[in-house]
């Protein structure tokens, strides 16, 4: 059973930074692309960024591009996300995610949403 651990989240300033993990388990971690997507009240979950098995390749919605970087840690089977410079608009639920098959596109998984795997969210509120 895959299980997938956010954590990281609070409320912090506009202009602050925050570092989200993950912590997988329960799947061959190495081998599976993993994103980050988000839910803002009152609003549908939406794409953030996604980064290949590999971390060779990695993908990002447009609102976040620049200012947030997503990586991984195959060896600790953990996920991250840095970011910098936040908005109140990315207040929001941030969720970590498994791509649906092993060995997937980063670009794939934003564009059509191939998670298979969620994790349990962590919640962001920026706000001064």
């Known amino acids: 059973q895959v299980q997938l651990v956010e954590s990281g989240g609070g409320l912090v300033q506009p202009g602050d930074s925050l570092r989200l993990s993950c912590e997988a388990s329960?799947?061959?971690?190495?081998?599976?692309?993993m994103g980050w997507f988000r839910q803002a009240p009152g609003k549908e979950r939406g794409f953030v960024a996604a980064i290949t098995w590999n971390a060779k390749s990695a993908y990002y919605a447009d609102s976040v591009r620049g200012r947030f970087t997503i990586s991984r840690d195959n060896a600790k089977s953990t996920l991250y996300l840095q970011m910098n410079n936040l908005k109140p608009e990315d207040t929001a639920v941030y969720y970590c995610a498994a791509d649906r098959f092993p060995y997937g596109n980063a670009h794939t998984m934003g564009r059509t949403n191939t998670a298979g795997s969620w994790g349990q969210g962590t919640r962001i509120t920026v706000s001064s």
């Open positions: 329960g799947l061959t971690f190495s081998t599976y692309t």
